[in-house]
């Protein structure tokens, strides 16, 4: 069975591009398992690729996978339980104890709508938990909508009714820099004999890079870089 590369993503010269977003998703997902339970909605599901290591590390007893009824054909093997119009999801008000979105919001050309659906079709007091991404190539063009700052990722939350929103970075400045010569070596044009050269220098620099980042200690102030974002918010 092939390995799950959004849980055992390895550092190669073939994935310095994917590498650190991956695995920041994964540790923030992982930081917040112990509050998920009961029945499990993922918006804008893809593949599910989550969806097991959910299951079993967590007290979430039911998974229900939604996704836009255009939404690009991930795994032919795997599709969404569930679609919707991007309008109105197809669930009752207070459906689920639980719900995440990870790199979603990005590409809803009306964030309000989708974040105002999940929070009616959360139970009271239930959580979500999302990610986007703040330092990306344009990508799925051209339903690549938005980059968010912090700020008006808890402006949009708060008009969608949510409350108690924690807001973190995935990555600082060093983290940053990786990502950045990751995406640089792995998807600018070059000729493929430079890009295997470069990728083989620039792996153990990407590296160091990730590990000297301490995305716990970013602050969102003034000349702050980031790689991207993650939290939860309440009903």
Not at 30 to 57: Q, R
Request: aromatic content about 12%.
């Amino acid at each position: 069975m092939p390995k799950n590369q959004f849980i055992n993503i390895e550092l190669t010269t073939e994935s310095l591009d994917r590498y650190y977003i991956r695995k920041s998703i994964f540790d923030a997902l992982k930081s917040t398992l112990h509050e998920f339970s009961g029945l499990l909605l993922d918006i804008g599901c893809g593949k599910m690729p989550y969806k097991n290591y959910i299951l079993k590390n967590s007290m979430v007893d039911s998974y229900a996978g939604l996704d836009i009824d255009v939404a690009l054909n991930y795994d032919n093997d795997v599709k969404p339980d569930f679609t919707w119009n991007g309008k109105i999801m197809p669930f009752e008000n207070n459906s689920f104890d639980c719900a995440f979105g990870t790199e979603v919001l990005e590409h809803c050309p009306d964030p309000d709508v989708v974040l105002k659906e999940v929070f009616r079709v959360l139970k009271p007091d239930g959580i979500f938990f999302f990610t986007v991404p703040f330092l990306w190539n344009l990508h799925e063009v051209p339903n690549d909508e938005y980059r968010y700052t912090p700020y008006a990722l808890e402006r949009h939350l708060r008009n969608s009714g949510f409350e108690d929103i924690e807001i973190k970075a995935t990555g600082g400045w060093h983290a940053s820099m990786a990502q950045m010569l990751g995406l640089w070596v792995r998807r600018s044009p070059m000729t493929e004999r430079k890009r295997k050269y470069l990728s083989v220098a620039l792996k153990p620099i990407i590296s160091f890079l990730i590990k000297k980042d301490q995305s716990s200690q970013v602050s969102f102030k003034e000349g702050q870089m980031i790689t991207g974002l993650y939290g939860t918010a309440k009903k």
